[in-house]
């Protein structure tokens, strides 16, 4: 992949080599004695420039630790630190954006049709080196793009992601930059896109400083779950997130980010402008998909820039389907579950403006039916939908093995874009459980808050039992969640998921583009039958029935290309025809 700078974009947070040194560049418009820090050495910035960023020119480049020293004393890490010398509370380092030597220079991208994620946390594999060595594996079982839960600079050795403090530089816990970009690079090699989680909702709870020298970076009119809102009616906040998702596309060559919980954010505006500018400032014939988590259900950002949604509708019915939970979000899907995943496969959320119980009787969503069957992206599992979990049991302990089958058949075989959590591929049967590192007091107010939110629950409505829900800052949580991708039962697993993403591939994934819903139904109490007309005139059809009795149903009297030939859905299965 040629490296190049964005378009029309200077970077304006950061350091960036100018001449024979660097220019360090904080916006600080609230603090009128800041210094920079280098050996111990103090050098004062400018004043601040129109915008409020004061700078100061050095003649030191990559592998340069520094702070920046607060008229108040404090020593705090640059918040677009590139690196860190050790933790966030450490110091940064400079970099140099163009010394990595790329291999793979010939690498565009590849079309959203495409595209099987496979979402992975880096440090539960072993880092940007770990991750490496499962590219191969990934390849071969048709995975098309690994998806990196978010790597931005959390405190302590051990986190999700998303408690990120400083969100352009790679946690040190997972390796190098230089590690990180050679990652990459095997994986363009492979023929793999790379889809990175991107957190611009919220801070994390300890290690940012931001409000003690830029308090316009957040408003005080609205609160989050995670305290102050970020506050994107300041062109500077607007700049430093659109700076951060053009760094990683265009200096690491990501090939995709997906945007946690837009819900979070209040200007809608902002994130449709994001969209535009992101793609005005990607160098040309390169191909980059930009994926949302929205709870809202807000169509109008899929035809605003955004490619996709993750679509928590169709985990959540399928769950029930699968499980027969029916607590807190789980209730919303619980009375006709096989109807509501009909009009999943149909028309892409099952809730389009309807009331949502779980929500006390408050109106979700807007109309998705227009849309292309590829602009959701759907699963099983994710990380949290297992993680949020008190035990973080995945399906291999909560559902049939025969129904579960019947489900991934339904998953790889729809024409929505399938994502894959690591594991799943090898029925790995290990928890992935919430995990984090956070020292003293903080660390005691997660684990207790952790257990108090199961308390609404009547399976955990006893103490005793709330005492069991594993210590989130405990290395043997993270140990437990380490998923197993060995053994005899692995491999047959694997070959379960091949040859269903071998039929993707070949039969359906080049007639996408352009693909429509024809029809969906539910026929019975747990299975449905879905219709889409692929691009080239052929209709798909999948008959999936997840309950324990044989279902009529309206089916081709064809030879399927998935499932034995039957005039009824058997008990446990997933049928699929494609017709002329």
């Known amino acids: 992949m040629t490296q190049r700078p964005a378009k029309n974009l200077e970077y304006r947070f950061g350091p960036r080599p100018e001449g024979n040194g660097t220019l360090f560049r904080l916006w600080a418009p609230a603090d009128t004695d800041i210094a920079l820090e280098i050996d111990e050495a103090r050098v004062p910035l400018s004043a601040p420039d129109m915008d409020g960023s004061r700078t100061v020119a050095k003649p030191v480049g990559a592998g340069t630790r520094y702070r920046y020293v607060l008229g108040t004393g404090e020593r705090v890490p640059d918040p677009a630190s590139r690196a860190q010398a050790g933790d966030i509370e450490d110091e940064s380092l400079v970099t140099d954006p163009a010394g990595y030597r790329w291999q793979c220079n010939d690498w565009r991208g590849r079309p959203w049709e495409e595209t099987v994620l496979y979402e992975l946390h880096v440090g539960l594999l072993g880092g940007f080196t770990g991750v490496a060595r499962h590219l191969e594996r990934l390849a071969e079982l048709g995975i098309t793009a690994i998806e990196l839960m978010p790597i931005a600079d959390f405190p302590g050795q051990r986190n999700w992601g998303y408690d990120g403090v400083l969100p352009f530089a790679p946690d040190s816990a997972y390796g190098t930059p230089h590690a990180l970009k050679a990652l990459i690079d095997r994986a363009h090699a492979l023929g793999l896109m790379v889809f990175l989680d991107v957190v611009y909702n919220h801070f994390g709870p300890e290690g940012n400083w931001l409000g003690a020298y830029a308090p316009q970076f957040f408003r005080d009119d609205i609160r989050t779950p995670w305290g102050s809102a970020i506050d994107f009616r300041q062109p500077m906040v607007q700049r430093f997130f659109l700076e951060n998702a053009l760094y990683w596309i265009n200096e690491f060559g990501i090939d995709g980010l997906r945007f946690d919980a837009v819900h979070a954010i209040a200007e809608r505006d902002w994130l449709r402008g994001l969209a535009a500018a992101i793609r005005e400032n990607v160098p040309a014939g390169r191909l980059v998909h930009l994926v949302v988590e929205n709870d809202n259900n807000d169509s109008g950002l899929l035809t605003s820039g955004f490619d996709a949604q993750w679509n928590d509708d169709w985990h959540h019915a399928l769950h029930v389907l699968l499980t027969g939970e029916r607590d807190g979000y789980y209730a919303d899907y619980a009375e006709a579950p096989s109807e509501a995943l009909a009009r999943i496969l149909a028309e892409g959320f099952a809730y389009q403006g309807e009331r949502s119980k779980h929500r006390g009787g408050e109106t979700r969503g807007t109309s998705s039916k227009a849309l292309s069957p590829t602009s959701f992206v759907s699963f099983l599992q994710n990380h949290d939908q297992i993680g949020n979990r008190a035990f973080g049991e995945r399906l291999t302990k909560l559902a049939k093995p025969e129904a579960l089958r019947a489900a991934i058949a339904l998953l790889l075989l729809c024409p929505q874009i399938p994502l894959i959590f690591m594991g799943e591929e090898t029925g790995a049967a290990e928890p992935f459980l919430y995990f984090t590192d956070f020292k003293a007091e903080l660390a005691e107010a997660v684990r207790d808050g952790r257990r108090a939110e199961f308390a609404q629950f009547p399976a955990f409505a006893d103490a005793t039992v709330r005492a069991r829900i594993p210590d989130p800052n405990a290395p043997s949580t993270f140990e437990a969640s380490k998923p197993s ?89 997933t049928l699929a025809w494609i017709e002329p």
């Open 485 to 573: 991708f060995v053994g005899q039962k692995a491999q047959d697993t694997s070959r379960f998921y091949a040859s269903l993403l071998k039929i993707r591939r070949e039969r359906i994934v080049p007639y996408l583009h352009g693909a429509r819903s024809d029809s969906a139904e539910a026929v019975g109490d747990s299975a449905v039958v879905a219709r889409w007309r692929l691009a080239n005139g052929a209709r798909l059809t999948i008959a999936c029935n997840l309950g324990d009795t044989v279902v009529r149903a309206p089916i081709p009297g064809t030879v399927p290309v998935w499932g034995m030939p039957s005039d009824t859905l058997p008990a446990s299965s």
